[in-house]
């Protein structure tokens, strides 16, 4: 099953959702299959670089296929590997937390990435999107 729109939309508004909640200002990304933007946000007073830092954390989670946490503890034992990887490919990669898979009968189908709170924060608040909506 695809993501769609309205699908995009509910974690999104998850997201900032739960970060109202805590009391952080965030940017959100959400992207399909394919990397491409479904929706994105920035709350009022988050970062102005937010949304291109949520996608980028969006599409490596994508990439990757796992949390965007991960990436960060491979770039920490292998920074050569995921230097090289972003030359060779027309993707950011966001190693830091905040970027987690969207998977659906075990298949990866997209991603959410947000940004604005620490690495730990934004992760949480991804999967508290996946959770929620």
């Not at 200002?25 to 291109?52: F, K």
């Not at 230097?83 to 905040?98: D, E, H, K, N, W």
């Not at 991603?111 to 949480?124: F, L, M, N, P, R």
Request: proline letters at 3%.
């Amino acid at each position: 099953m695809l993501l769609t729109l309205a699908d995009a939309r509910r974690y999104a508004d998850a997201a900032i959702q739960a970060a109202s909640a805590q009391n952080v200002r965030v940017a959100v990304a959400v992207v399909d299959e394919l990397g491409q933007l479904l929706q994105m946000d920035r709350m009022d007073g988050a970062a102005l670089m937010g949304p291109d830092v949520a996608f980028a954390k969006a599409v490596t989670a994508l990439n990757f296929q796992r949390p965007t946490s991960s990436v960060a503890e491979l770039a920490s034992r292998n920074a050569d590997l995921v230097r090289s990887l972003q030359q060779a490919t027309r993707y950011p990669i966001m190693a830091v937390g905040g970027g987690v898979p969207i998977a659906r009968d075990g298949k990866v189908v997209g991603a959410i990435g947000v940004s604005g709170a620490t690495a730990e924060q934004d992760e949480g608040l991804a999967q508290a999107a996946l959770a929620g909506a």
